[in-house]
């Protein structure tokens, strides 16, 4: 899996490039709330890849990110987009990633501590087990714990959530891995 990031030719669009062959970005097909919101810095502005907008938290600790599916769905790597020299006591220090089929059974995946923090910040959902590579989930739900100088409200410019590419072959028993394999796997 190889994940590049850097700034387009318009000034503040964010371009993420994640291998094609590996990752697919699922945030389209998911509905996306949020725990609180200043008026004109909600949902719309994690998801519009302008680096230059950012959700706005209003309210209490913890802030929470909501990402919920109609189905099912692998999901493998979460995105975050923070500026800490920007947005200083803005920026989240700690976060918690958790997943489930619902509020009522989310489970902590990942927590991490975030220093200081200026780009892209991958975190991986695999488990501990080398064969767990994603999470099985209906929601999918990211809650910023603490901010750094102890500030109350949060900013966050961008989130992508992404999960393993679907075989691209339907009804295929084997998913094959390399383009030659693929390639050779229908019967012409």
């Known amino acids: 899996m190889a994940i590049e990031s850097s700034k387009g030719e318009e000034e503040g669009r964010s371009v993420l490039s994640v291998d094609d062959d590996d990752l697919i970005e699922l945030g389209k097909k998911a509905v996306w709330s949020v725990s609180s919101c200043k008026a004109g810095n909600g949902v719309s502005s994690l998801r519009d890849d302008n680096l230059d907008t950012y959700w706005q938290s209003d309210g209490g600790q913890p802030h929470l990110v909501n990402v919920q599916f109609q189905k099912k769905v692998k999901l493998q790597l979460v995105a975050l987009y923070l500026d800490y020299k920007l ?54 739900q990211l809650a910023v714990l603490s901010n750094h100088l102890n500030g109350r409200d949060t900013h966050i410019r961008q989130i992508k959530v992404y999960g393993p590419r679907p075989n691209p072959i339907p009804r295929q028993p084997f998913q094959f891995t390399s383009r030659e394999f693929i390639s050779y796997s229908i019967v012409r």
Request: proline residues 9%; hydrophobic residues 35%.
């Open 87 to 140: 947005d200083e006591s803005y920026t989240p220090s700690k976060v918690s990633v958790r997943a489930g089929d619902g509020f009522h059974n989310l489970k902590e995946i990942k927590s991490m501590e975030l220093p200081k923090p200026n780009g892209w910040i991958y975190i991986p959902l695999s488990g501990n087990d080398p064969r767990e590579t994603f999470v099985n989930a209906f929601m999918l």
